[in-house]
């Protein structure tokens, strides 16, 4: 079953909450958990995020790509250039490697996702600058 609007909870995460996000690469309340830290065996990185309603990540890009695996509520994605994208609980998005992107939640539900970044050995992620309200909003 979908889950939509605000009323979506924690009760049903799969993992803790974590610390919340730093200001200098998120915009709103944001939860991050990290989950697997890079290492010279697995060399990927991989955490849980939550964004409360109207949050969002900064634009932002990884030298091998991220993949992400929605597992609640509604959130947007977008490639630099490009229209921004629904996002749903069962989504899972790929970035291609140095694209610049960014996603968070909708204005009205909270979104979570588990990221992925392969091949830590070439870097984990560059930030860049803060999405805008237009951007937020569907501009391009």
């Keep these: 079953m979908r889950t939509s609007g605000a009323k979506s909870t924690m009760a049903s995460a799969i993992f803790p909450k ?3 996000g ?31 309603p109207g949050a969002r990540s900064f ?33 899972v998005v790929k970035c291609p490697p140095n694209t610049p992107h960014w996603h968070g939640a909708s204005a009205d539900s909270s979104m979570t996702h588990i990221h992925i970044v392969p091949n830590t050995e ?5 930030w860049l600058q803060a999405v805008t309200d237009a951007e937020y909003n569907g501009a391009r």
């Design 22 to 52: 730093p200001t200098q690469t998120f915009t709103g309340t944001v939860w991050v958990q990290n989950l697997v830290a890079s290492d010279s065996i697995y060399q990927l990185a991989s955490g849980s995020v939550t964004f409360e």
């Design 59 to 91: 634009w932002h890009a990884h030298p091998s790509g991220q993949i992400l695996l929605v597992t609640d509520g509604v959130g947007y994605h977008q490639l630099k250039g490009k229209p921004r994208q629904i996002i749903r609980k069962g989504d």
């Design 18 to 20: 974590g610390e919340k």
């Design 122 to 126: 070439k870097g984990i992620v560059n």
